[in-house]
């Protein structure tokens, strides 16, 4: 989608990553779980991507249920 | 009634060694993840592999529901609850550390106590009744200051005498002592809340009452208390790759290797039937089988029956023996006659037949389980009546 920009979620685990995507999913927040960027280091191997404009959705349905590492802007 | 290969109708009454049968929806998942699934999960990116992770994060979620906790990821799988038995005690305990446990355990917790005792850490086992019961108020009187542990099992596996775990975690809990508890018996057949029951550390069978397959287990830790928490095993766990130091976070740090992928997909299917059927109702129908059967052979001369008088107070497991016959003869005579499969002996606990008086002779073990009927239990009390029997019966053994 043109302009759209992205921001991945970074996991300790892939546990962690599918935990977060079960919230979001009931949450009724798009996401996807995608490989890692290359540019990007990271724990795990896969992070959940979404639209930029709703990482504060993100994070608020995540708090306390379930940990990341960090947010980063694709 | 379920045939062996010899199409002789049998008696299955050793649920409390491993359930069966299983429910169907079990055998479909394994076979849905073999077919369909197949990936490794944690590993690689792909759809195979994050499908496999779903399924086991699936399991999590179901078991976390039935164990009453609200982090899933508080759980990590074992082979059996013997390993999850491990990683506490080993994990937890060093030397110098006082530990308590009771009179009435499964060799599983005793054999490591008893090799951690060896390596300098004090052990107290605390004397249950002679029907199994431990009372809090002789734990309470074990605590010293350096007490670090108290490890009880929910229930005995020898006389399905149900301890008061919840008054034990309260005192665990109130004197600074972690609380684990052996509930190999009891997941999916008792209701438990390791909140409201003050659990530190839960290990879990997964084979069964909680109707997976063998090669399922699993251990919850309370929050924080994995970074004391030393792993049986270290090694590849699909996070940290760059690192050659164990991640130190749940469930990875004792998840290393892959695990028993079909497995936990049949186990979770196990579970969500527990859920769907509810531990009320299996408790319920559990303790009516137990019931019926410890007043029929109450009736029976020549029997008797350890552990407490009423189905109650105990899980759905009864010990007991005939007068004149060894639990091994009897168990064969069962199997050879009747088609009746149980287990004789030890049941892998001298400790709870020392207790109850047993030892070393041990005792005829029926364990029923939630798939049993009533008229499976009316065989079973005209077959031991025929073995109590005396002459005649050892007239007919003869033959």
Known sequence: ?74 | MPLDPLNNPIIYFDNAATSWPKPAAMMAAMINYNEMIGGSPGRSGHQRSLDAGRIILETREALAELFGCDDSLRIAFTKNATEALNIALSGILNPGDHVITSSMEHNSVMRPLRYLESQGVQLSVVSCSGDGRLDPADVLAAIRPHTRLLVVTHASNVTGTIQPIADLGKIARSHGILFCVDAAQTGGALPINVDEMAVDLLAFSGHKSLFGPQGTGGLYVREGLEKQLRPLMMGGTGSRSEFEGQPDFMPDKFESGTPNTIGLAGLGAGVRFVLAEGVEAIRCKEEHLTSRFIEGIAALPGVTVYGPPDAASRTAVVSFNIAGVSPSEAALELDERFGILCRPGLHCAPTAHRTIGTFSHGTIRFGFGYFNKDEEISLALKAIQYLAGGDTAKQENAD
């Open chain 1, 1 to 74: 989608m043109e302009g759209q920009r992205y921001v991945v979620f970074l996991f300790p685990s892939v546990s962690y990553a599918l935990k977060a995507e079960k919230i979001l999913k009931a949450a009724g927040i798009a996401h996807k779980l995608i490989p890692v960027p290359r540019h990007i280091s990271s724990d795990c191997g896969v992070c959940l991507r979404t639209a930029e404009d709703r990482q504060q959705d993100v994070e608020r349905e995540l708090l306390g249920k379930v940990e990341w590492d960090m947010v980063v802007l694709l």
